[in-house]
C-alpha cells in the first residue's frame, strides 16, 4: 500500500520557522519526482519545491525561494521542509508528492498524503 504522511504542521508567528516531515512507503522516492505543494482556502494549489527524477536537482516557487528547503534521505524515503522566516500568506496546508515530472506535481500527483495544516499568525 503507499502512502505519504505528513507532520510537524502547526501555528507559528510571522517571521518564525518551521519543519515539516514526510514518510513515504509503498514504493521508491527515486523513482519519482518528489516535493511539496501547498493550497490555501479558496486558492488553487501552489508549488512550493520539487527535486526532479531527471537531475535530481530541487526546484523552488518563487515565492518560497531563499526561504524554504527541503531535504531528501531517499533510503529512508523521507522527505522534508524547513521554513524561516515565514509570512501569513505562507499559511496553507501543505502536502508533500511524488509525481512523474515536476510539472505534474500539483496538477497530477501520482501520490499526496493527506497534509499538514501551517498557520502563520500573531
Known amino acids: 500500500e503507499v502512502q505519504l504522511v505528513e507532520s510537524g504542521g502547526g501555528l507559528v508567528q510571522p517571521g518564525g520557522s518551521l519543519r515539516l516531515s514526510c514518510a513515504g512507503s509503498?514504493?521508491?522516492?527515486?523513482?519519482?519526482?518528489i516535493g511539496w505543494f501547498r493550497q490555501a482556502p479558496g486558492k488553487t494549489r501552489e508549488a512550493v519545491v520539487c527535486?526532479?527524477?531527471?537531475?535530481?536537482?530541487?526546484y523552488y516557487g518563487d515565492a518560497v525561494k531563499d526561504r524554504f528547503s527541503i531535504w531528501v534521505d531517499a533510503a529512508k524515503n523521507s522527505l522534508g521542509l524547513h521554513m524561516k522566516d515565514l509570512k501569513a500568506d505562507d499559511t496553507a496546508v501543505y502536502y508533500c508528492?511524488?509525481?512523474?515530472?515536476?510539472?505534474?506535481?500539483?496538477?497530477?500527483?501520482?501520490?499526496w498524503g493527506q497534509g499538514t495544516q501551517v498557520t502563520v499568525s500573531t
Open positions: 527535486i526532479s527524477s531527471d537531475d535530481r536537482l530541487a
Open positions: 508528492a511524488a509525481a512523474q515530472s515536476c510539472p505534474l506535481l500539483t496538477s497530477e500527483p501520482t501520490f
Open positions: 509503498g514504493f521508491r522516492f527515486d523513482d519519482y519526482s
